[in-house]
């Protein structure tokens, strides 16, 4: 079975950046929306931000002006550009991709850790 492959977390000071990853560890066909969720200690899984294979983007509110997510429609990638990191954006990061059929797809999380 397919399984997303997340990369590129770790621990980085305030004010730091990071850059994730994600591909799957096979074809998948016709992704649609591609996205990044997040997991803090004792927290629910949030959303962070989408991508649509057109482009549109969202973002949750507390990431809009420093997280930038983009998709390589051709390798099936997503990333997610991490600025301006703050100590409250510590958590699991989770890649998710959704097929037009409804298929959903998700790895299995990078720790991301920013130190004041």
């Known amino acids: 079975q397919v399984q997303l492959v997340e990369s590129g977390g770790g621990l980085v000071q305030a004010g730091g950046s990071l850059r994730l990853s994600c591909a799957p560890s096979?074809?998948?066909?016709?992704?649609?929306?591609m996205g990044w969720y997040r997991q803090a200690p004792g927290k629910q899984r949030e959303l962070v931000a989408t991508?649509?294979?057109?482009?549109?983007?969202n973002y949750e509110d507390s990431v809009k002006g420093r997280f930038t997510i983009t998709r390589n429609n051709g390798k099936n990638t997503v990333y997610l550009q991490m600025n301006s990191l703050k100590p409250e954006d510590t958590a699991v990061y989770y890649c998710?991709?959704?097929?037009?059929?409804?298929?959903?797809?998700w790895g299995k999380g990078t720790l991301v850790t920013v130190s004041s």
């Open positions: 991508i649509t294979r057109g482009g549109s983007t």
């Open positions: 096979g074809i998948i066909f016709s992704t649609d929306v």
């Open positions: 998710n991709m959704i097929r037009s059929t409804g298929t959903q797809y």
